[in-house]
């Protein structure tokens, strides 16, 4: 019997699968971004590119951090593209993939919990854990540690 917590996996291949999480009734959603590998799928051409505002200054004709590794989060993907990898997705697993409404990315978020203004419940998460406006001395600086 489907619920929420019920999971279901898309196979992709060599791509890996796309991990689905049922978070109401009907609702479905991946448990992790799309990856470059599982977007090339459905757009061999697409590229992430590269973060080119984060490069060695040491180096002229360094391009930037590359953001097209295969199991990195897919980029630079429109509005538009990413509905029509929806659909392509639909097609391949038979089930009805979309990209999730506002009231449903919301839902997720707080997982199920509409009465509290946090994720983390009614009181607002740690300090150690989150941003709230701080300025880090590295890109690469891990926010939990």
């Given amino acids: ?28 959603m991946a448990t992790c971004e799309v990856t470059n590998a599982q977007f090339a799928k459905f757009d061999p051409g697409h590229t992430s590119r590269f973060y080119w505002k984060r490069r060695l200054e040491t180096d002229p004709n360094e391009r930037g951090v590359p953001l097209y590794l295969p199991e990195q989060p897919v980029l630079r993907v429109s509005w538009e593209r990413a509905v029509a990898f929806c659909e392509w997705l639909s097609e391949l697993s038979g089930l009805e993939i979309t990209l999730p409404t506002e009231e449903q990315w919301e839902f997720s978020d707080r997982c199920g919990d509409s009465g509290n203004p946090w994720p983390t419940g009614s009181e607002p998460p740690s300090q150690r854990c989150a941003c709230f406006g701080r300025t880090w001395k590295s890109p690469v600086e891990t926010l939990c540690s």
């Avoid at 291949?13 to 978070?23: E, H």
């Fill in 1 to 28: 019997m489907d619920g929420p917590g019920t999971r279901k996996s898309i196979d992709l291949g060599d791509a890996g699968t796309i991990d689905l999480v049922q978070v109401e009734n009907s609702v479905w």
